[in-house]
């Protein structure tokens, strides 16, 4: 299928899922600096350059097929950039578009060299679109968004996503091992050694050890998962595939796409619109560190090492069990946004938390590695939108 037919089934099933998950609650107000609707506010994608060019990285990344944690790194960093770059200009006067299209211009070609040429045809083009009277201005706030993505850029180099694993696979039947055919290696056991965005340390929200393998917990965690195998309605499996994101931008980019959307509807400023959108990215990338330092910590195997008899509905990712990584960073992105949106009645965790639930429909996750995948959105997100974003001066990451 085309980017473009993937981009069409998707918002159909996204509209779909969100009628349904959120109800009456829709419009229930309950107050937040990002909640009310003003008149003439609408419910598509507002065209300001932060909004374009999140759609053009989902396209990107869709065409590259870069992987879920790739596709989380590249929205975080360009989101960020943008957001320091429309600081910088607002201090200088200029208006927001020249500097966000400079900065995620710069970011985009660092994170896809291949599409150097592209990306550069893409900003020259926004750039002779401006008017005479306006282009002089906008070519000065590109130059400050180049500057601002120069420095995220740095960082991006030295967060450690991409270090070497030193590490050996434990043995075991109480112990993750690849089900690939044939067998390979681990996927992101360096990622808890990341550097994060608010946490401290990818361990700061590390889980509990999971339920002793011999034991009754352990064993009602599997017995609920081939029930519900043995079962499966066509609803279940239907969630189960929808929350997959193998295709398209991944989890990432249905997520950009729900938070523009929400975004718009609420007619939101550029500036106001590039801090929500760097945020719930970079507190998804957290979630993602949090998860994996957590996976890598216990190696907890997957239900059909347990019981090979559970029918699965998706593919089994190659890393372990426990926590789930549907749980963390959904969980964590419905959260945050749910805190910038306290209008719309908790809809956005309610999502995640279907995005949880779908790993037990698969087949894939036990019960208990969801309860701790939201624990550590809880107290990820919690973190995120204490600490926040300022809107007077660049974002740097926290963490070490």
Same mark, same amino acid.
């Given at each position: 299928?085309?980017?473009?037919?993937?981009?069409?089934?998707?918002?159909?099933?996204?509209?779909?899922?969100?009628?349904?998950?959120?109800? +009456?609650?829709?419009?229930?107000?309950?107050?937040?600096? /990002?909640?009310?609707?003003? $008149?003439?506010? @609408?419910?598509?994608?507002?065209?300001?350059?932060?909004?374009?060019?999140?759609?053009?990285?989902?396209?990107?990344?869709?065409?590259?097929?870069?992987?879920?944690?790739?596709?989380?790194?590249?929205?975080?960093?360009?989101?960020?950039?943008?957001?320091?770059?429309?600081?910088?200009?607002?201090?200088?006067?200029?208006?927001?578009?020249?500097?966000? &299209?400079? *900065?995620?211009?710069?970011?985009?070609?660092?994170?896809?060299?291949?599409?150097?040429?592209?990306?550069?045809?893409?900003?020259?083009?926004?750039?002779? /679109?401006?008017?005479?009277?306006?282009?002089?201005?906008?070519?000065? #706030?590109?130059?400050?968004?180049?500057?601002? *993505?120069?420095?995220?850029?740095?960082?991006?180099?030295?967060?450690?996503?991409?270090?070497?694993?030193?590490?050996?696979? =434990?043995?075991?039947?109480?112990?993750?091992?690849?089900?690939?055919?044939?067998?390979?290696? $681990?996927?992101? =056991?360096?990622?808890?050694?990341?550097? =994060?965005?608010?946490?401290?340390?990818?361990?700061?929200?590390?889980? $509990?050890?999971?339920?002793?393998?011999?034991?009754?917990?352990?064993?009602?965690?599997?017995?609920?998962?081939?029930?519900?195998?043995?079962?499966?309605?066509?609803?279940?499996?239907?969630? &189960?595939?929808?929350?997959?994101?193998?295709?398209?931008?991944?989890?990432?980019?249905?997520?950009?796409?729900?938070?523009?959307? @929400?975004?718009?509807?609420?007619?939101?400023?550029?500036? @106001?619109? /590039?801090?929500?959108?760097?945020?719930?990215?970079? /507190?998804?990338?957290?979630?993602?560190?949090?998860?994996?330092?957590?996976?890598?910590?216990?190696?907890?195997?997957? $239900?059909?090492?347990?019981?090979?008899?559970?029918?699965?509905?998706?593919?089994? =990712?190659?890393?372990?069990?426990?926590?789930?990584?549907?749980?963390?960073?959904?969980?964590?992105?419905?959260?945050?946004?749910?805190?910038?949106?306290?209008?719309?009645?908790?809809?956005?965790?309610?999502?995640?938390?279907?995005?949880?639930?779908?790993?037990?429909? *698969?087949?894939?996750?036990?019960?208990?590695?969801?309860?701790? #995948?939201?624990?550590? +959105?809880?107290?990820?997100?919690?973190?995120?939108?204490? @600490?926040?974003?300022?809107?007077?001066?660049?974002?740097?990451?926290?963490?070490?």
């Amino acid at each position: 299928m085309s980017i473009s037919g993937i981009r069409q089934a998707s918002c159909v099933l996204l509209a779909l899922l969100t009628i349904a998950l959120t109800g +009456a609650c829709a419009h229930s107000d309950q107050g937040g600096s /990002a909640s009310a609707s003003p $008149p003439g506010a @609408t419910p598509w994608a507002k065209p300001t350059s932060t909004m374009a060019w999140n759609d053009y990285a989902w396209e990107l990344i869709a065409r590259n097929q870069i992987g879920q944690f790739p596709s989380a790194r590249t929205f975080a960093y360009m989101n960020l950039a943008i957001n320091n770059a429309l600081v910088t200009a607002r201090e200088k006067g200029l208006k927001p578009d020249g500097a966000a &299209a400079g *900065a995620a211009a710069t970011v985009l070609t660092f994170m896809f060299p291949k599409e150097e040429q592209a990306i550069a045809k893409r900003l020259a083009g926004e750039t002779a /679109a401006i008017g005479a009277d306006g282009r002089q201005a906008f070519t000065a #706030g590109v130059e400050i968004g180049q500057t601002a *993505a120069a420095t995220v850029i740095t960082w991006a180099k030295e967060d450690r996503s991409g270090a070497d694993w030193s590490g050996s696979v =434990p043995v075991g039947p109480d112990r993750w091992a690849s089900q690939a055919q044939p067998p390979k290696p $681990p996927i992101g =056991p360096q990622l808890g050694g990341s550097r =994060p965005f608010f946490m401290t340390t990818g361990s700061e929200f590390r889980a $509990p050890a999971p339920p002793a393998f011999d034991s009754a917990s352990f064993k009602a965690g599997v017995a609920e998962v081939r029930k519900v195998s043995d079962t499966r309605t066509n609803e279940q499996l239907r969630v &189960a595939q929808y929350w997959e994101n193998l295709t398209g931008a991944y989890s990432a980019g249905l997520w950009n796409e729900v938070a523009r959307g @929400t975004i718009s509807a609420h007619g939101l400023d550029e500036a @106001t619109s /590039a801090r929500i959108l760097a945020m719930m990215h970079m /507190a998804a990338m957290d979630a993602f560190i949090a998860c994996h330092d957590s996976k890598y910590t216990y190696w907890a195997p997957r $239900p059909t090492q347990v019981d090979p008899g559970i029918r699965l509905a998706i593919a089994i =990712p190659n890393h372990p069990s426990y926590p789930s990584n549907h749980a963390c960073i959904s969980g964590t992105i419905g959260l945050v946004l749910d805190g910038f949106f306290p209008d719309q009645g908790g809809r956005y965790f309610a999502m995640g938390r279907q995005a949880g639930e779908s790993r037990v429909y *698969a087949g894939i996750h036990y019960r208990f590695d969801l309860d701790a #995948g939201f624990d550590i +959105a809880r107290k990820l997100s919690a973190k995120a939108l204490q @600490t926040g974003i300022p809107a007077d001066r660049p974002f740097a990451p926290l963490g070490r």
